[in-house]
């Protein structure tokens, strides 16, 4: 058990639920009904290309190597949200790539999967939620890097896991293969054993669908440090975080 008794504001209704919710870690026996879970929500996405979805051999390879999954449950034991972290170690999947981090230190890399909510549900801070226990379990287990990516045509995504401390370091096709090219994805990435709070630079705004011209940012060496939901757009920085 990680949470029991977890009381949440419904933010589009603005009253206190006293939830009969708790959390904990989804057992290799309750796949099914991750999996159940994920297709219900892929169903009923307009843009399939935000979402790509794990298979069963994805969790199970992951469990062989420290992976977890973070699940949020009603009283009555219906999982309703989770958020699926991987370990990838010396693969070749390992984001570390992407931001040319030393392969030395490949081994202290977490990368935060996907994260699913009922429709039922939403509103209520569960992505946020199941992201500080991922934060959580990645430093007591002695792990230093987290590495997402996020469709920029999902912006309630994006701004959850920016809201965490993770900024954009990279904007590129990713997941692809010999039949497919693979879906646009922001690279984003926190280094836990550092911190952003002395660090005032000055920012670029541009909007989130402007993609060529964050690229062309990103490639003189900027980081995306803050999503703007009136604005839609991201905050651009030159600074070591």
Not at 153 to 172: A, H
Request: hydrophobic content about 35%; proline content about 3%.
């Amino acid at each position: 058990m990680i949470a029991e008794n977890i009381s949440l504001v419904n933010k589009h209704s603005k009253t206190k639920k006293n939830m009969d919710f708790y959390a904990k870690y989804v057992e290799i026996s309750e796949l099914d009904n991750v999996l159940a879970l994920q297709d219900y929500i892929y169903e009923r996405i307009q843009n399939k290309e935000i979402f790509v979805r794990d298979t069963m051999e994805d969790f199970l390879e992951a469990f062989e190597n420290n992976g977890r999954i973070f699940g949020i449950y009603t009283n009555e034991g219906r999982l309703i949200a989770y958020r699926f972290i991987a370990v990838p170690g010396e693969s070749e999947k390992n984001m570390g790539n992407d931001v040319y981090l030393p392969h030395r230190e490949f081994h202290k890399v977490v990368h935060l999967e996907t994260t699913v909510v009922h429709p039922d549900f939403r509103g209520m801070g569960l992505q946020r939620l199941t992201l500080d226990y991922a934060i959580k379990w990645t430093i007591a287990n002695g792990y230093r890097y987290l590495f997402c990516t996020v469709s920029p045509y999902n912006p309630v995504s994006l701004s959850n896991i920016m809201s965490g401390g993770l900024k954009i370091k990279d904007l590129k096709m990713k997941y692809g293969d010999d039949e497919h090219p693979g879906y646009l994805r922001y690279v984003l990435f926190r280094d836990l054993s550092i911190s952003c709070s002395e660090c005032w630079p000055t920012f670029t705004m541009l909007p989130v669908l402007d993609i060529e011209g964050q690229q062309r940012l990103i490639e003189k060496g900027y980081t995306g440090h803050h999503y703007l939901k009136t604005s839609q757009s991201i905050a651009y920085a030159k600074c070591i975080c």
